[in-house]
């Protein structure tokens, strides 16, 4: 039988299953390679493709609703401090997009510019909820974007409401970059070709911190598997030499 999750591989689908289970559950390469009977570089290999996946895939499958914090950081220094000033030296960044009920949405943004954030925001976020930032110019056309309720909050970062009888509604943006970048430290550093993916697994994890990434990183990988390619071995034909007679 084949395996659904990665497609025109020798490996099992057993295996692939622990591999899914040891990076849901933030195990390093060398520990998940001695628990599978797989070589590091092949663990290291397969949760990249992992994050991959979950940066293509990943978003929830609904827009975020009721209270929704909007947050600009640069990509390159991924700084907390640097995510309000003006005069960022990085002109790629990230907008985080982070709901009271602790779901979060990353997306890619090549610059300030409301045109960037709308997009954004009319794919992530519902019409009907309330959106709250800094006192940033990007975001002066919130309202002209259909979203009626904008709250313009002080200081740098803005704090979502406290909301009774929810206990998760101190998960705000605040929370989750902690987590972020505990997790940055974990690992030792990441490079930054590959910090947006880093970052959309973070978001991942954070929406589902609930139940674990488990099960819903192995539905991404049912409807889109990892493929196996191998590369074309070129052959080369001698011609046999004639034995003398």
């Known amino acids: 039988m084949g395996n659904k999750y990665f497609k025109g591989s020798k490996q099992s689908e057993s295996t692939s299953r622990k591999l899914v289970r040891c990076f849901s559950d933030e195990m390093s390469a060398k520990d998940a390679a001695?628990?599978?009977?797989?070589?590091?570089?092949a663990v290291?290999?397969?949760?990249?493709?992992?994050?991959?996946?979950?940066?293509?895939?990943?978003?929830?499958?609904?827009?975020l609703v009721e209270h929704v914090q909007v947050v600009i950081v640069p990509l390159a220094s991924a700084r907390l401090e640097k995510s309000t000033e003006e005069s960022a030296p990085?002109?790629?960044?990230?907008?985080?997009?982070?709901?009271?009920?602790?779901?979060?949405?990353?997306d890619l943004i090549p610059d300030k510019t409301g045109v960037s954030i709308r997009a954004s925001l009319e794919k992530y976020v519902h019409k009907s909820a309330t959106i709250y930032t800094n006192k940033h110019q990007c975001f002066a056309?919130?309202?002209?974007?259909?979203?009626?309720?904008?709250?313009?909050?002080?200081g740098g970062l803005p704090k979502l409401p406290e909301q009774s009888g929810d206990s998760s509604a101190t998960r705000n943006y605040w929370w989750f970059w902690r987590k972020t970048q505990s997790m940055r430290k974990k690992a030792f550093g990441?490079?930054?070709?590959?910090?947006?993916?880093?970052?959309?697994?973070?978001?991942?994890?954070?929406?589902?911190?609930?139940?674990?990434?488990?099960?819903?990183?192995?539905?991404?990988?049912?409807?889109?598997?990892?493929?196996?390619i191998y590369p074309e071995t070129k052959r080369k034909f001698v011609i046999p030499k004639e034995n003398p007679s």
């Open 90 to 106: 990085s002109k790629a960044r990230i907008l985080v997009m982070t709901q009271v009920g602790g779901r979060v949405c990353i």
């Open 190 to 228: 990441i490079p930054s070709k590959f910090l947006f993916d880093f970052f959309k697994e973070s978001a991942f994890r954070w929406s589902h911190s609930s139940q674990g990434i488990y099960k819903p990183l192995l539905r991404i990988l049912e409807s889109h598997p990892l493929i196996r």
């Open 141 to 154: 056309g919130v309202k002209a974007w259909g979203f009626k309720k904008h709250v313009v909050g002080k």
């Open 44 to 63: 290291s290999t397969h949760f990249r493709e992992f994050r991959n996946r979950i940066a293509e895939h990943g978003d929830p499958d609904r827009q």
């Open 34 to 41: 001695q628990k599978c009977g797989l070589s590091e570089r």
